[in-house]
């Protein structure tokens, strides 16, 4: 059972940046999952964000493409999500999610403000 906690959020200004990280409290490598980020806005439906294959596939949201980047650093058993370029509209709480053997998990979200 992960236990899924992102960090990283936080307020910054229209074209600034923010590195976001998800990691399982209890240190479980995330190599093995589809690790993606969806973010959601009150009001608004969850939206995904970005993906990342186990096999090092990745996807993005057709706003996320050019912006924002996902990766993994395998020895720290995180997957970040770089944000840079960041606009008003990208406010949201971000959840990261994990899948494998068709369980999922989700994070408890991290609040991101863009805001001048």
């Known amino acids: 059972q992960l236990h899924l906690v992102e960090s990283g959020g936080g307020l910054v200004q229209p074209g600034g940046s923010l590195r976001l990280s998800c990691a399982d409290s209890?240190?479980?490598?995330?190599?093995?999952?589809?690790v993606k980020w969806y973010r959601q806005s009150p009001g608004e439906q969850r939206e995904l964000v970005a993906g990342s294959g186990s096999g090092g596939s990745t996807d993005y949201a057709h706003f996320a493409r050019d912006r924002f980047t996902i990766s993994r650093d395998p020895a720290k058993k995180t997957v970040y999500l770089q944000m840079d370029n960041l606009k008003p509209e990208d406010t949201a709480t971000y959840y990261c999610n994990a899948v494998l053997g068709g369980i999922t998990h989700w994070g408890q979200g991290t609040q991101v403000t863009v805001s001048p």
């Open positions: 209890k240190a479980t490598s995330l190599s093995f999952y589809t």
